[in-house]
Each structure stands twice: as C-alpha cells, then as structure tokens.
C-alpha cells in the first residue's frame, strides 16, 4: 500500500492519509461507491453491491482512497488520457466534442471520477475531506505531468469545481451508467488548483513528538 499524502491532527491517532487503492483494497472503493450513489438513487440495486465499470481494469485508470486514521472515508478515481497512448477516459464518451474544441486532445489530460464521500461520513467530514480526497488528484497529475484536469460534474456542484479552478465548457448531457446529468468542467490552471487544496487540507497542526 503506497501512502501519497497524509496529515496528523493533534490527536495523533486521528489524521487524514490517501493511498493508491490496490488489490483487495478496491473492494473497499467499488463497495463505497454502490453505497454513496445508491443511498442517493444515482444508480439501481444490484446483488454484488459494488459498482464497477470497464474502466476500473484499464492501465490508465487508478482509484484513491482517503482514510480518516484507520476508517476509509472517501475514494476518487483519476483516468489519464496521453495523447502517445490515446487510452479513451469515460468523459469522452459524452464530451469528446467538447474536449476537442476547448482544449485539443495533443495534451495530457486527467479526469477525476467515481469522487465520493462514504455515507456514513457524509454529515461529519464537511469540505475538509472533500479536499483530501481530491488531493489524490495532484499526486496523479503531477505524475502524468498533466496540462488539463476534467470533470463531468453535476449542475449543483458547480460552485465547488470553481473553488478549484475549473470553468464550464458544455451543456448539461448524460454520464454513463449513472442516472444524474452532468456537464463538461475543464481546469487549465493547474498551478492555482494544486494551491488551492494543498491550503485546504494543510490548514491543522502537525503531531509534536519529545524525546
């Protein structure tokens, strides 16, 4: 288990950490995500009560889940498309289009999807753990050496996505496999993107440790 980033509170017992989810651990994130979109009627029941799609399997595609000290709390996934490989991501299938005319398909872009709180924390972690969450974000951008960050977001989460940089470049369409609508967010600002959340989840007391 790779841990990319973590942060201690004053009790040390109870900090922030994110790591590449792997192996058994993406079991955690796929049962994660049936919870959040099914508990929000996002997606129909199944009986495995996971949910999955045919990225998840694609070399381009890593998961990410944020832990709240030993309790997993939230989970992103981050799907790069390089313009040498041309490995699709799922925004293409609705925004291609969109993607083209606004910022080309000659760049790395990164796609951050499947973004979800658990539900039985979704009351408690307010907007700190949205950031921490998508702190993985900057850990993969900055290892695709990303020029763009896209979202398929969905229209009553457009003012965070601006907090963040991103800026509208479409109208609202619908995401596969999800029953909500989205539109096209494109952050070309990386720089202010990556300050933005290292302020945000870099904002409490390190643990002090004595001899």
């Known amino acids: 288990m790779r841990n990319i980033s973590s942060k201690h509170f004053k ?61 997993a709390i939230g989970s992103i996934r981050s799907c790069v498309y390089n313009p040498e490989t041309q490995l699709s991501i799922p925004i293409m299938e609705v925004f291609e289009e969109e993607l083209k005319n ?55 989460n457009i003012e965070f996505y601006k907090m963040l940089y991103f800026e509208q470049a479409s109208q609202i369409k619908a995401y596969p496999h999800l029953k909500f609508k989205t539109l096209l967010m494109i952050c070309t600002n990386l720089s202010s993107f990556c300050e933005k959340i290292y302020s945000k989840t870099a904002s409490f007391p390190t643990v002090s440790t004595s001899n």
């Open 102 to 156: 606004s910022v080309g398909l000659n760049n790395v872009i990164i796609e951050a999807n499947k973004f979800v709180i658990d539900p039985s924390f979704q009351m408690s972690g307010g907007i700190t753990a949205l950031f921490w969450v998508y702190r993985n974000i900057i850990d993969s951008s900055l290892e695709n050496k990303a020029k763009y960050l896209v979202a398929a977001v969905k229209p009553k």
């Open 11 to 71: 009790n040390q017992n109870d900090h922030y950490s994110n790591v590449v989810a792997i192996g058994l651990m993406l079991d955690r994130v796929y049962t994660m995500c049936y919870r959040s979109y099914f508990s929000k009627d996002y997606i129909d029941k199944n009986s495995s009560k996971k949910f999955k799609d045919e990225y998840d399997t694609m070399p381009n595609c890593t998961s990410y889940l944020t832990y709240l000290g030993n309790k």
